[in-house]
């Protein structure tokens, strides 16, 4: 084949490519305060998305948001909490899973939200519930549980307004 066939092959993988992984960082960041009727048919309300963190023994996450969060694959493991854009338990919403089992004294942490969820999940937790035995909750303002931090016992329809909008990491254990 001529060599700008292989170039022109060459940039349009590389296209394609970034394409999808700015379609998969979109899917993954809530959109906060929007126009009326942005995302629908005018006037109509948008539709909250929704992402599955599903935590594993090797310590790298898998996540899934839209359309993959509702497979069944994503709906396995143990539930151990959602969180909340909004207060009240409304807005975008993220599961935490595991396969592992129920809490324990231990626990599961997620390290940096926003490197996890993209940079729109970073510092927007406004509410949260726990579930199978993760009743304490630790939120830091910094990555890697760094920074101030706040614990809270059991669901929260707010989280409070010190800490609304500021979580990065967190920690979850009986």
Same mark, same amino acid.
């Given at each position: ?16 490519? %970034?394409?999808?992984? &700015? ?8 959109? /906060? ?12 309300? #948008? ?8 935590? #594993?023994? $090797?310590?790298?996450?898998?996540? /899934? ?6 497979? /069944? ?6 539930? &151990? ?6 207060? =009240?338990?409304?807005? $975008?919403?993220? $599961?935490?899973? $595991? ?6 004294? %231990? =626990? ?44 809270? &016992? ?11 909008? /500021?979580?990065?990491? &967190?920690?979850?254990?009986?």
């Amino acid at each position: 084949m001529p060599q700008n066939h292989h170039a022109n092959l060459r940039t349009t993988c590389l296209a394609a490519t %970034a394409a999808a992984v &700015l379609l998969a960082a979109a899917a993954a960041v809530p959109a /906060r305060a929007s126009a009326p009727g942005a995302g629908g048919p005018a006037g109509a309300p #948008r539709q909250p998305r929704h992402c599955v963190i599903t935590l #594993r023994g $090797d310590g790298t996450p898998l996540t /899934r948001c839209g359309a993959a969060a509702r497979t /069944r694959a994503a709906r396995s493991g143990t539930l &151990l909490m959602t969180w909340y854009a909004d207060s =009240g338990f409304t807005g $975008d919403s993220t $599961d935490i899973r $595991d396969g592992a089992g129920l809490c324990d004294a %231990a =626990g599961y942490g997620i390290s940096d939200i926003g490197a996890f969820l993209g940079p729109g999940w970073d510092n927007a937790i406004s509410s949260f519930r726990t579930f199978n035995n993760c009743a304490v909750i630790q939120g830091f303002d910094g990555s890697a549980y760094g920074g101030d931090n706040h614990t809270w &016992l059991g669901d929260q329809k707010y989280v409070g307004d010190e800490w609304n909008d /500021r979580i990065s990491s &967190l920690l979850m254990h009986a």
